[in-house]
């Protein structure tokens, strides 16, 4: 069941806050997020586990709530270098063998 | 050194031609798979293989063989390639076998068909 992502695409200033949204419609072990630039590849940015957590790496940051099934992705302060397409990948907690299923990705611009 | 490398980066063929995309990674990693990204970037697993053997196939066309001669390398064939097999594809590798540890992605292959 592949997750939905929201906004689908955002721009935003040098400086700005964003969040990026991820919700399922399964119970979800797990939540992974990517971000891809332009021409590249898929570059992992962080897992969140079931059992409530929130992750942060510098200014990017997530939080998953379980019982929603959802998880954001916070960037603040945002650089330049944020732009890309996010990805976030849920893995279902009753899915057995199916693999872990991609959203259709945020577009994020960051302009000076 | 490169983690996870595909080759070639840019393939260009004609229909019904075959053609191969080797992939290889030295993480040291038991998990491989192949994810194919569309033109409108949704990126979806076509194969995952764990220590050479296959673990998933998703409803991908019989047309598309993966072969693992071992546990670093996962080799993507394609015969008699249509159109709409037109995309990026990307190998990735984790160390877990249901991915729930982090992926590494080669840097793509984008095929044309014409």
């Known amino acids: 069941q592949q997750p939905v992502q929201s906004p689908q695409a955002v721009i935003l200033r040098e400086g700005e806050d964003a969040v990026i949204n991820c919700s399922s419609s399964k119970a979800l072990y797990s939540v992974h997020w990517y971000r891809q630039k332009h021409g590249e590849a898929p570059v992992f940015l962080m897992i969140l586990l079931k059992g409530g957590e929130q992750k942060g790496h510098e200014k990017i940051s997530a939080s998953f709530n379980e019982k929603k099934q959802q998880s954001s992705l916070y960037l603040t302060a945002s650089q330049l270098s944020y732009s890309g397409t996010y990805f976030c990948?849920?893995?279902?907690?009753?899915?057995?063998?199916?693999?872990?299923?991609f959203g259709k990705g945020t577009r994020l611009s960051v302009i000076a | 050194d490169t983690a996870v490398s595909q080759t070639p980066k840019y393939l260009v063929t004609q229909m019904g031609n075959d053609k191969s995309i080797k992939c290889e990674q030295n993480?040291?990693?038991?998990?491989m798979y192949w994810y194919k990204q569309d033109s409108k970037k949704f990126l979806k697993i076509m194969f995952s293989?764990?220590?050479?053997?296959?673990?998933i196939n998703e409803t991908v066309p019989n047309r598309f063989s993966p072969k693992s001669p071992d546990k670093a390398h996962l080799n993507l064939h394609i015969n008699s390639l249509e159109l709409g097999d037109s995309a990026v594809y990307f190998c990735?590798?984790?160390?877990?076998?249901?991915?729930?540890?982090?992926?590494?992605f080669g840097q793509g292959t984008r095929l044309t068909v014409v």
């Open positions: 293989y764990n220590n050479k053997e296959l673990i």
């Open positions: 993480l040291g990693h038991d998990t």
């Open positions: 990948g849920t893995d279902e907690i009753y899915s057995g063998n199916t693999p872990l299923v």
């Open positions: 990735a590798s984790s160390q877990d076998v249901w991915g729930r540890t982090e992926a590494f």
